[in-house]
C-alpha cells in the first residue's frame, strides 16, 4: 500500500507571494495537486483586524480548479500581528485579526486554522509572554468552537521564538489550554532543529495531531522533497504507522524557490 494517498499533499501559496492568485491554482491543478493549505496573505488574501477579503470569490476559484480548502494559514510571522502580542492595543488588535482569519475559515468551510505561540521579547520574563500566547489561544480556541473550526497549532524555531519552540513547550501550552477544539501540527523543520522525531510527537499527542508541515530540510530550510537530507520515506512510514489521515503541507518559503514556484511543485 502506498505511504500516503495523493489528496493528502497540500499545496501551498506562500512561494507565490510575487505571482497571482490565479497563477498558484493554475500552477496546482497542472501539478495533480488536489488539497490546499491556503496562505491568507497578501497579495492573494486579504486579511486584517477591521475587514478581510470575499471569501466567496475565494472559494469559487478553488472550487473551479478541483481543489479542496484544508487548512486556513493567516500570515502571522511577517506581518505585525502575534499570539504573544505585548502591550494591551496591540493584543487586542492580534486577537481581532486572528478571530477575522476564523471568521473567514468558517464562511470558506475550511476546518482547520493554523496558529503557534507567537513570541516574546527576548528581553522580557519569558513567563509574562507564555500568559499571554495561553489567553490569546484560549479566546480564540473560543471563537474557534463557536465557528466550527479546530485551532493547529505547530512549534517554531528559537530564531522565530522564545515560546513553544520544543515538544515539551507545545505539550505544557496544550494541556494549559486543554480544548477540544485546539489540536497539534507537527513541522518537520522546527523538528528537525529541535533534534526530535515524529514519533516522538506521536508517543505524546497520538491522534491529537491533525496536520503537518511535511518538508525537506538539513535540518534548517524549508524546502522541496529532496533538496536537503532529511529521511522523508522514514518519516511517511512513522505517519503511516501511526494512522495519520491529515494533510502534508507543503510550506515552502526558501526564497530560492520563489523565481519559478510552480516549476518546483511539478518536481516536487
Not at 81 to 86: C, G, I, K, T, V
Not at 121 to 135: C, I, Q
Not at 179 to 188: E, M, N, R, Y
Amino acid at each position: 500500500m502506498p505511504l500516503l494517498k495523493r489528496e493528502q499533499v497540500a499545496g501551498m501559496n506562500i512561494h507565490y507571494m510575487r505571482y497571482s492568485l490565479d497563477t498558484f491554482l493554475d500552477a496546482q491543478m497542472a501539478a495533480g495537486i488536489q488539497s490546499t493549505e491556503f496562505w491568507a496573505g497578501a497579495p492573494h488574501f486579504y486579511l486584517d483586524a477591521k475587514t478581510y477579503a470575499n471569501c466567496k470569490d475565494l472559494k469559487k476559484k478553488i472550487t473551479r480548479k478541483g481543489l479542496k480548502l484544508k487548512v486556513f494559514t493567516p500570515e502571522n510571522c511577517m506581518y505585525q500581528y502575534q499570539f504573544a502580542a505585548s502591550k494591551p492595543d496591540f493584543f487586542q488588535k492580534s486577537y481581532e485579526y486572528f478571530s477575522n482569519g476564523l471568521k473567514a475559515a468558517a464562511e470558506l468551510e475550511c476546518p482547520i486554522m493554523q496558529c503557534n505561540s507567537g513570541w516574546g521579547y527576548m528581553d522580557e520574563d519569558r513567563e509574562e509572554a507564555w500568559k499571554r500566547t495561553g489567553e490569546m489561544l484560549s479566546r480564540l480556541t473560543s471563537l474557534a468552537e463557536k465557528e466550527g473550526i479546530t485551532l493547529a497549532m505547530e512549534s517554531l524555531r528559537p530564531e522565530e521564538s522564545n515560546l513553544v519552540i520544543t515538544l515539551k513547550d507545545a505539550k505544557r501550552m496544550f494541556d494549559e489550554i486543554n480544548h477540544a477544539h485546539f489540536k497539534i501540527l507537527i513541522d518537520t523543520t522546527a523538528i528537525g532543529v529541535a533534534g526530535e522525531s515524529l514519533q516522538d510527537w506521536f508517543d505524546v499527542f497520538g491522534e491529537n495531531i491533525i496536520h503537518a508541515h511535511f518538508i525537506d530540510g538539513n535540518p534548517y530550510g524549508h524546502l522541496i522533497w529532496g533538496d536537503g537530507s532529511r529521511n522523508l520515506e522514514e518519516d511517511l512510514i512513522v505517519l503511516k504507522n501511526n494512522g495519520y489521515t491529515g494533510c502534508l503541507g507543503q510550506e515552502i518559503t526558501d526564497e530560492r524557490y520563489f523565481l519559478n514556484p510552480a516549476a518546483h511543485d511539478e518536481r516536487n
